[in-house]
């Protein structure tokens, strides 16, 4: 297992990459600087939204869940998985990325 980058540098290498492509991204809420977990949300600016989750598979690489479970929500039910996940684990990291075309810029693997 290699070892893993701290969330703090991955998440701001995450923001730089969206606003290097021209869309927006921001902490919405800040987590453990080291090894926190991370949830993505991608609004696309139309009410929908899409939200994943990281997770580390076996082979100790970081991978992306739909969290919701469908690709595509309302941008109102996004928020309240988030809401619930925060109650859940104080230390998770919330990054919000707007951009209508709903890319993720991700560059893990996705499920």
């Known amino acids: 297992m290699e070892p893993r980058l701290k969330t703090s540098i991955w998440v701001a290498a995450l923001i730089r990459r969206v606003e290097l492509d ?10 453990e600087a080291d090894a926190g977990a991370v949830l993505i949300k991608v609004a696309l600016l139309d009410g929908r939204a899409r939200v994943w989750s ?3 598979g076996g082979d100790g690489h970081r991978r ?48």
């Open 54 to 56: 990281s997770a580390y």
């Open 64 to 111: 992306w869940i739909k969290a919701t479970g469908a690709d595509l929500v309302p941008e109102i039910d996004a928020d309240a998985y988030i809401a619930r996940a925060r109650t859940r684990d104080t230390d998770l990291w919330v990054v919000e990325i707007e951009d209508r075309e709903g890319r993720d810029f991700l560059t893990e693997p996705t499920d």
């Open 22 to 31: 021209g869309a927006a991204a921001f902490v919405a809420h800040k987590g």
